[in-house]
Structures are given as C-alpha cells and as structure tokens.
C-alpha cells in the first residue's frame, strides 16, 4: 500500500545549523514527490518537487528509489524556516497526494 | 504559481446549521479538486476528491451525505457541511492541480476555519 512516512513529529536545530528532514515512502508506481510547507498561519505552499531538481530557500531533496526516500536538507538553518513540512507523494492514478504525517521544524536562535 | 481561494475564510455557526464552503481556482482550470481535514497540529486528511461533471469520490468513513460536494465548474468546486455539529469544528483546506502544467502540481487554498457551537 502507498504510504509516506515522516519518522520526525519535531526537529529542533539551532540556527546555522544543517538540517534533514527525513521522508520515506513506499508505492509500487513511479513515484513523484513533493515537500510543502505550512508557515505559521499561513497557507500550504509547495516548497519543491524531485522532477524540477529546484533549490528553494536552500533546500535540496533528491529521490532515492533504492532507499525509497526523499530527504528534504538545508546546509545552514535560518530562523524564517520554523515552519511545518510535510512530504507528499503523488499517485498518477488518480492525482491523489498521499501526505506525511509533518514535522515540525524549529530554528533556535 | 496558481492561485486558489477559499471562501469564507472562517464561519461561526449554530449546531444543525449548514455551512458551505467555496474553493475557487483564480487562474486556471482544474478538472479535479480535494478536500481535506486539518486538526491542530496533525496532518491534512483527505475527505473527497471533487471531480468536475461528475459525482465526487469520498474517502472511507466521510459521510457523502454530511459533507456535499458540488464541482459545477472547472474552476468552482463547493463543500457543504450539512446540520453541522460541534464534532465538525476544524480546518478545511482545499487544493486544485493545475493540469496545463507537464506535471500537476497540488496548488491549496488558504483553508476555511469552521467552529461550530
């Protein structure tokens, strides 16, 4: 069965600090995966998607079929990225996204 | 990116009331949209899936006759809590995709708060 699984209910780092966000997932199809995240009181927003290899906000995450992860990493944390994130994956069946249950990161000055 | 909006951004309403909820796609078409469920501090739970034209497909133990969905355009899709209860009270967010994009991308709306007394 589909499933995604973000081991991490909360990370804590200080600021400067590298950060990993660990997702895992587990879908017979092709996987695409997203990572999103929530600002306080703020709207959902996609933060990257494996297919466009983007950067944002320095944040990388690359798709290891073989480890079935998609490790969302910033080198150097900033105090703005304190937020919710939650990885997701996208079954082409049906355009479903199938979420992780979050973590909560937060940067300590 | 893709704008979605939701309205209204939070509703207060009496228990046995009805209470719907609008999910708008501002600038582009989408054939399907979802809605979800947000408790404090948990993740997003998937309700429907709102398919434009047609009947929309609800996830396992969501009440279709609770919970409306109407998906009269493709940019419009409605979410109508029916005689609302306090158990109703929570987050609802909407999301479209963006099928002109080569890989659809979930773009979600702002969430609508519903506490119901």
């Known amino acids: 069965a589909q499933r995604v699984t973000q081991p991490e209910k909360l990370l804590s780092v200080f600021k400067g600090a590298p950060v990993e966000l660990k997702c895992n997932y587990s879908?017979?199809?092709?996987?695409?995966l997203f990572w999103y995240v929530q600002y306080s009181r703020q709207r959902l927003q996609l933060l990257l998607r494996?297919?466009?290899?983007?950067s944002i906000k320095g944040f990388t995450a690359d798709l290891n079929k073989g480890e079935t992860s998609f490790h969302l990493k910033k080198p150097f944390a900033q105090e703005e990225d304190s937020a919710m994130y939650y990885c997701?994956?996208?079954?082409?069946?049906?355009?479903?996204?199938?979420w992780g249950a979050g973590t909560k990161l937060i940067i300590k000055p | 990116g893709a704008v979605v909006s939701q309205h209204p951004s939070w509703v207060i309403c009496k228990s046995g009331t009805s209470v719907k909820i609008e999910c708008r796609s501002l600038?582009?078409?989408?054939?399907?949209m979802f809605w979800y469920r947000q408790f404090p501090k948990q993740s997003l739970m998937l309700m429907a899936t709102?398919?434009?034209?047609?009947?929309?497909?609800?996830e396992q133990g969501v009440e279709k006759d609770k919970f409306l969905i109407n998906h009269a355009s493709l940019t419009l899709s409605t979410l109508t809590v029916t005689s609302a209860h306090p158990e109703d009270s929570s987050f609802y967010i909407c999301?479209?995709?963006?099928?002109?994009?080569?890989?659809?991308?979930?773009?979600f709306g702002p969430g609508t708060r519903l506490l119901v007394l």
């Open positions: 999301s479209a995709g963006d099928r002109s994009e080569i890989r659809e991308t979930q773009y």
């Open positions: 600038d582009f078409q989408a054939t399907t």
């Open positions: 709102s398919n434009e034209g047609s009947k929309a497909t609800y």
């Open positions: 879908y017979s199809g092709s996987p695409e």
């Open positions: 494996h297919i466009s290899r983007e």
């Open positions: 997701a994956l996208l079954m082409d069946s049906n355009y479903q996204l199938i």
